[in-house]
């Protein structure tokens, strides 16, 4: 019986310090889980961040616009300096004022200028010079005469479409319109006679209002003028 009972307690001794030995190993091994777990975790947890980075923005943007931004300066840098020059060197026009009044507004269009009829400030795609009523208006250089109408605001206007997409166009002329549209006209022919038209600059009298367009970009009619001297 002793023998028996020895036996028991020496059998619950062994279970006692097996089961202290697999508690021991089931807390390193959970342990050990639980800490490659959460290395996981903090691997995805980084994984989704730099995910959200790049979905708001906050990393892709700051190289995306860097790129967007350089190519464009660099396709159209080369495209402005290369059309330029072609325009001008190619075939210059001959080109003369269509009157010989000062200039008594000028060109605006960066920068508004005062209009004394409207009281409002507002750009000034064109040149008004002086012009006695009845006085003869001409055309600027060669070219073909696009259309002819009654502006609102400009009055009676004739348009002259020239070589290198240049267009001259002749404002706030008396009804009195020598020429329609599709005729030839050369440079210095009479096109029509200054006038007080245009009713948006009544305040400067007689006048005609004379503006340009090279490829329908407004432009300087003192630049256009220029190209004839
Ligand atoms: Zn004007």
């Known amino acids: 019986m002793s023998d028996n009972k020895h036996t028991g307690r020496g059998f619950a001794g062994k279970g006692y310090y097996i089961a202290l030995i697999l508690c021991a190993a089931a807390i390193g091994i959970t342990s050990y889980v639980y800490h490659r777990n959460s290395q996981k975790i903090e691997e995805v947890s980084l994984q989704e961040t730099?995910?959200?980075?790049?979905l708001a923005g906050t990393m892709g943007t700051e190289?995306?616009?860097?790129?967007?931004?350089?190519?464009?300066?660099?396709?159209?840098?080369?495209?402005?300096?290369?059309?330029?020059?072609?325009a001008t060197e190619k075939k210059p026009l001959k080109t003369t004022s269509p009157v010989s009044g000062n200039t008594i507004s000028g060109y605006s269009m960066e920068a508004l200028s005062y209009n004394q009829t409207t009281r409002?400030?507002?750009?000034?795609?064109?040149v008004d010079l002086a012009a006695e009523p009845g006085t003869e208006v001409c055309a600027a250089a060669d070219g073909k005469v696009y259309t002819v109408y009654e502006d609102d605001a400009m009055g009676h206007t004739v348009v002259i479409r020239h070589d290198d997409g240049y267009t001259t166009k002749y404002s706030s002329l008396s009804e009195n319109v020598l020429v329609k549209a599709g005729d030839t006209v050369t440079m210095g022919q009479v096109i029509?006679?200054?006038?007080?038209?245009?009713?948006?600059?009544?305040?400067?009298?007689?006048?005609?209002?004379?503006?340009?367009?090279?490829?329908d970009e407004p432009m300087d009619p003192a630049e256009f003028l220029a190209l004839g001297e």
């Not at 730099?50 to 790049?54: K, L, S």
């Open 50 to 54: 730099q995910v959200e980075d790049v």
């Open 63 to 86: 190289d995306v616009p860097v790129l967007a931004t350089e190519a464009p300066t660099q396709s159209t840098a080369p495209a402005t300096q290369a059309t330029a020059p072609a």
């Open 120 to 126: 409002d400030w507002r750009v000034h795609n064109g």
């Open 192 to 215: 029509g006679y200054a006038g007080d038209t245009a009713i948006v600059e009544t305040t400067l009298g007689s006048h005609v209002h004379f503006s340009v367009t090279c490829n």
